[in-house]
């Protein structure tokens, strides 16, 4: 039978009760990201390899009235075949608390080179898809969106 700990068997209420006893407050702030964040990021992913402008196209709303869950999409011109394909799909965000918000890997197989997903956005910021060819190249679109109620919130004690 497996030893429970007295810390693991304390309840929540028990935590905040004690916590509230010593004159502890919980503080709510967002995420402290910034854009150097996101370009070391990009940087990880690409290396020293050039990135250019077009092929993707990076579908997001301008402005978002909640920031909790974005619909976002990421195409890719490129006939998918053998010689010719996307091996990968980037999204960085600048003030996001990890800039890398989604990485997929594809083939030729694939068929289509697009992803659809929700993403949640902490603030006003810059959303960049990049995008890495068969080739060795990568191509990129930025979208600025508007966050008026963010997300991506850290509680800190």
Not at 7 to 17: K, N, V
Not at 90 to 119: C, D, M, Y
């Amino acid at each position: 039978m497996p030893r429970i700990s007295p810390l693991s068997a304390t309840t929540r209420r028990q935590i905040l009760a004690a916590a509230g006893g010593l004159g502890a407050a919980l503080i709510v702030r967002p995420a402290q990201a910034t854009p150097d964040d996101m370009k070391a990021a990009i940087r990880r992913v690409v290396g020293d390899a050039p990135v250019k402008p077009g092929k993707v196209k990076l579908n997001l709303p301008p402005l978002v009235e909640n920031g909790n869950t974005v619909a976002m999409s990421v195409a890719v011109d490129s006939p998918m075949t053998a010689k010719d394909y996307v091996k990968a799909i980037h999204v960085f965000t600048e003030k996001n608390p990890q800039p890398n918000i989604i990485s997929v890997q594809l083939g030729p197989r694939a068929g289509k080179a697009e992803i659809q997903t929700r993403v949640r956005l902490a603030d006003t910021q810059s959303v960049v898809a990049i995008c890495e060819l068969s080739d060795g190249s990568f191509w990129s679109h930025t979208v600025d969106v508007i966050i008026t109620l963010g997300a991506c919130l850290e509680e800190l004690p």
